[in-house]
């Protein structure tokens, strides 16, 4: 049960957060999704840093990152975002979203983890 609560406590922290910086960034309806893309990216850092530093942390730590990061991060909201430029006639703009999106998050892994600078 206590794995649970931990998980579920660091995805309300990780909800709460999103939803702060899309109210901070704002939410144009046709516009780049530029609060997605920050959450996801920095997610994708997070996930970087705890690959490499929860290892042989505590499994509390990993449970709570676990909830953090999947509160945080979201892959929906990306896919319906990237669907309403392209309903809205942006498919240019769509497509450098999940250009971007990929390219930033598999990039912020890598660095963040730090497995670049070991080669």
Do not use: C, K, W
């Given at each position: 049960?206590?794995?649970y609560i931990l998980v579920a406590?660091?995805?309300?922290?990780?909800?709460?957060?999103r939803w702060g910086v899309g109210e901070l960034l704002g939410r144009p309806a046709a516009s780049f999704?530029?609060?997605t893309l920050l959450v996801n990216v920095t997610g994708c850092i997070l996930i970087g840093l705890a690959?490499?530093?929860?290892?042989?942390?505590s499994d509390r730590w990993q449970l709570g990152v676990t909830g953090l990061l999947g509160g945080l991060t979201t892959f929906s909201t990306f896919a319906?975002?990237?669907?309403?430029?392209v309903d809205a006639?942006?498919?240019?703009?769509?497509?450098?979203?999940?250009?971007v999106s990929i390219v930033a998050g598999l990039a912020a892994v890598?660095?963040?983890?730090?497995d670049w600078a070991r080669r």
């Open positions: 049960m206590r794995s406590v660091g995805g309300a922290i990780g909800a709460s957060l999704p530029f609060a690959a490499r530093s929860l290892v042989r942390g319906a975002e990237t669907r309403g430029l006639g942006h498919a240019d703009q769509a497509l450098l979203y999940v250009a890598e660095i963040a983890r730090g």
